[in-house]
T-cell receptor, first 111, second 115 residues
């Protein structure tokens, strides 16, 4: 069964620190992996998309990596800010129409 | 309007009501999706449409009925829902569907409460 897991479910970090969010998936035959941000009660905002042929993608203070052999992706956030507080979701395309989502990590940046 | 829009943003309905959710994408995409997000559970894919044809129905109860009149609009018709159907319903679109995994863009969602 193709599954995506995100641990921990919640994380609190002081403002200014760098942090890493984790995502693991069960099937190395992955097409791509997408990281999203979701604010409470809102929709999903796409942050980064990594194709299976890529090892990382960067956008501003965000850097996402992909290691297919170990079934892991990480989202690195540099110099965290209170505005980064949100739930971060990763989702994998396993070669069909559907995105398989993790349950997310709720991030709180402490001012 | 840009991106993906959804109306209404909030909906409260009784179990005997009939209502519809609307989604519109302004991105020129060919594929549209309905997802359900319940508390403490991963997003669940409900339906996928590609060029107005349904390509996936993820074992969704018949009380949910999708409609895709054109590639820019997607509806979810609701009737005789149950309280456990209360959730955030998200619409998404992508350039296409199928193998290759196109990037999906999401709307703000409709918060549905069934009383």
């Amino acid at each position: 069964k193709q599954e995506v897991t995100q641990i921990p479910a919640a994380l609190s970090v002081p403002e200014g620190e760098n942090l890493v969010l984790n995502c693991s998936f069960t099937d190395s035959a992955i097409y791509n992996l997408q990281w999203f941000r979701q604010d409470p009660g809102k929709g999903l905002t796409s942050l980064l998309l990594i194709q299976s042929s890529q090892r990382e993608q960067t956008s501003g203070r965000l850097n996402a990596s992909l290691d297919k052999s170990s079934g892991r992706s990480t989202l690195y956030i540099a110099a965290s800010q209170p505005g980064d507080s949100a739930t971060y979701l990763c989702a994998a395309h396993f070669g069909n129409e559907k995105l398989t989502f993790g349950t997310g990590t709720r991030l709180t940046i402490i001012p | 309007e840009t991106g993906v829009t959804q109306t209404p943003r909030h909906l409260v309905m009784g179990m005997t009501n009939k209502k519809s959710l609307k989604c519109e994408q302004h991105l020129g995409h060919n594929a549209m999706y309905w997802y359900k997000q319940s508390a403490k559970k991963p997003l669940e894919l409900m339906f996928v449409y590609s060029l107005e044809e349904r390509v996936e129905n993820n074992s969704v109860p018949s009380r949910f009925s999708p409609e895709c009149p054109n590639s820019s609009h997607l509806f979810l018709h609701l009737h005789t829902l149950q309280p456990e159907d209360s959730a955030l319903y998200l619409c998404a679109s992508s350039q296409d569907s199928g193998q290759g995994g196109y990037e999906q863009y999401f709307g703000p969602g409709t918060r549905l409460t069934v009383t």
